[in-house]
C-alpha cells in the first residue's frame, strides 16, 4: 500500500451554527473530496452537553467521516492529540477494509478476518499511521462565546504539534479562524511543518458575530488545494488544474 497523504479538518467551536448552509452538508461535501471533518465542542465550566446545544456536533463529524468530542475546556490538549490520532487511524482502517475487499472478492472488513490475522493488519494501520503524510487544517470558531476558550485553543495546537513532531510521515499544520469580517474565514496560520508562530498571532484574535459553521467547512476543504500549488512553485514545478 501507499503511504499516501492523510487529509483532516479539526473544527473546534462552542456550539451550533446560525448562518449560511448546513454544515452537515459541507462536511459531506469535504468527506467526498477525500477529506475527513472532525469536531471538538468546548464546554464551559457551568455547561452540560445536553444544555449547550451540541447535537450537531455529531452529526457534522458522522459527514464527515470523522470524530466528534465534546470537553471541558481544562482536557482539550489532551483531547484535540487523541482525536487527531483516531482520526487518523480511523481512516487508515477504511483503506485496509477496501484492500481486503479488493484481495477476498467480499466486503469483508478488518473486524470480521481471523483474530491472527488481524493483529497482522494492525500493525500495517499503526506502521502507516507513523509514515504517512498529514495535513490538518484547525478550524477555530472564534464567536463571541468563544472568547475566553482561545487561550486554551492556542495551547492545545502547540501541542498537537509537539506531540505529531516525532512520526516519520511530513506534518502540514494549517490554522483558520471564523467568522471573518472580509472572508468566510481567515488565515492564522499558513500550511507549516510545525504551530510555533501561533504564540503570537492568537492573542490578537478578534471574536464576535454569528456562526457560519457550514461555509466555514466548505471554505476550508479549498485550501487543501492551495498547499498542492504552493508546493509545486517550491519545488518549480508546473502546476496543471484538473478540470
Not at 8 to 23: A, K, R, Y
Not at 54 to 63: G, M, P, T, Y
Not at 65 to 79: E, N
Not at 127 to 140: A, K, M, Q, S
Amino acid at each position: 500500500m501507499k503511504k499516501g497523504t492523510l487529509r483532516q479538518i479539526l473544527l473546534i467551536t462552542d456550539g451550533c451554527s446560525n448562518s449560511g448552509e448546513s454544515p452537515i452538508e459541507s462536511a459531506k461535501a469535504a468527506f467526498h473530496q477525500g477529506i475527513t471533518v472532525n469536531v471538538i465542542g468546548v464546554l464551559d465550566d457551568y455547561q452540560t452537553e445536553i444544555d449547550s446545544g451540541f447535537e450537531e456536533i455529531e452529526q457534522i463529524a458522522i459527514a464527515g467521516g470523522g470524530i466528534s468530542q465534546i470537553v471541558y475546556k481544562k482536557d482539550l490538549s489532551q483531547t484535540v492529540q487523541a482525536v487527531t490520532t483516531q482520526a487518523m487511524t480511523q481512516t487508515l482502517q477504511g483503506f485496509v477494509n477496501k484492500e481486503l475487499a479488493n484481495i477476498f472478492g467480499t466486503k469483508q472488513s478488518l473486524e470480521e478476518i481471523e483474530p491472527d490475522k488481524r493483529g497482522e493488519v494492525m500493525e500495517v494501520v499503526e506502521d502507516l499511521g507513523e509514515t504517512c503524510d498529514l495535513e490538518v487544517l484547525i478550524l477555530v470558531d472564534t464567536s463571541a462565546s468563544m472568547r475566553d476558550k482561545l487561550l486554551t485553543v492556542k495551547e492545545a495546537l502547540i501541542d498537537l504539534s509537539i506531540n505529531l513532531h516525532a512520526r516519520v510521515g511530513d506534518n502540514n499544520f494549517s490554522v483558520f479562524q471564523f467568522p471573518s469580517k472580509r472572508k468566510v474565514i481567515n488565515s492564522i496560520h499558513d500550511w507549516s511543518p510545525e504551530l510555533d508562530s501561533i504564540s503570537v498571532i492568537f492573542p490578537k484574535l478578534v471574536s464576535g458575530g454569528v456562526t457560519p459553521t457550514g461555509p466555514a467547512i466548505r471554505e476550508a476543504m479549498y485550501q487543501f488545494g492551495k498547499i498542492q500549488l504552493k508546493g509545486s512553485l517550491y519545488h518549480g514545478e508546473e502546476f496543471i488544474e484538473e478540470g
